[in-house]
């Protein structure tokens, strides 16, 4: 491939806002479509499988393959790219939930800005190599987690994911405070090390890096859905120092919390 080629042929590249009642009946597309959620939630089933978005993350549906989509609990904002991969191989990105990687979130800021207002006619330019920048940079984290180590025994795949799922409730049952690795771990029975290859094998992030997302999820649903002022909401999150609580929500998402709240949720507009 030479430097001037491109990777991929954009068939459609847009963003929207929805509300609770929307709703895509099944259809399918004759190349990939990408659907990235930016705020709210998406269940989507591929081919009879169902698979539930959160805000930052997206799933790759391979050409052909039967889709529908629905609402998931709130009113979701969300990009869409149907494209063909012409000279990119995302197999392994395909029908998995993906979480986008931190250093990419300016660049979808950037994207959904170009989308939302194009500033001229260079502006399809911008968003095709904006797509291009994510898709390839969310490809290097799936192929980067599947190169960390020996992989997970198959014979054990069900036990491993459970030890993450018993993880994964007890730092949501403890959100409130401060926990360290070493804690989760003992709570799970198993050791500091093996806690954190299980927890990159199956998410892609560290311990710790998961539960500071959990934090992130209940203060973005306490800033909407009640009446707490910031500085409560950050103790309960367990993030007592409310200029800490800032810095870590507005690297997460680029907006204050406070901002966030008063745009109802809409931190991408």
């Not at 978005?53 to 052909?64: D, F, T, Y």
């Not at 939302?116 to 330019?125: H, M, N």
Request: charged share 20%; hydrophobic share 45%; proline share 4%.
């Amino acid at each position: 491939m030479t430097a001037n080629s491109f990777p991929i042929r954009i068939d459609s590249l847009f963003y929207r806002e929805a509300g609770l009642a929307y709703h895509t009946g099944a259809h399918e597309h004759r190349v990939h479509q990408w659907i990235f959620c930016l705020h709210g939630g998406l269940t989507i089933a591929v081919n009879g499988s169902f698979h539930e978005l959160h805000p930052e993350e997206s799933l790759l549906i391979p050409p052909k393959a039967q889709r529908e989509t629905w609402c998931r609990q709130k009113a979701p904002g969300y990009l869409v790219c149907i494209f063909d991969a012409q000279a990119l191989d995302l197999t392994p990105m395909l029908t998995q939930v993906l979480k986008m990687p931190s250093e990419l979130r300016e660049d979808l800021h950037a994207l959904v800005a170009e989308l939302r207002q194009p500033q001229g006619a260079e502006s399809p330019f911008l968003t095709s190599a904006l797509t291009v920048r994510l898709l390839i940079g969310h490809l290097r984290q799936v192929l980067a987690g599947t190169a960390q180590g020996p992989a997970l025994s198959s014979l054990n795949a069900m036990r491993h994911q459970e030890v993450v799922d018993l993880a994964e409730t007890f730092m949501r049952a403890n959100l409130h405070r401060q926990l360290l690795r070493s804690e989760i771990a003992r709570a799970v029975n198993v050791s500091e090390p093996h806690l954190a290859r299980l927890f990159r094998a199956a998410t892609g992030k560290t311990v710790l890096q998961r539960l500071t997302d959990m934090r992130i999820v209940s203060a973005k649903a306490l800033l909407l859905e009640s009446t707490l002022s910031v500085t409560q909401i950050a103790g309960e999150v367990g993030l007592s120092s409310f200029s800490h609580f800032t810095r870590i929500f507005k690297r997460a998402l680029g907006v204050a919390p406070s901002d966030y709240r008063r745009s109802g949720g809409k931190s991408w507009a």
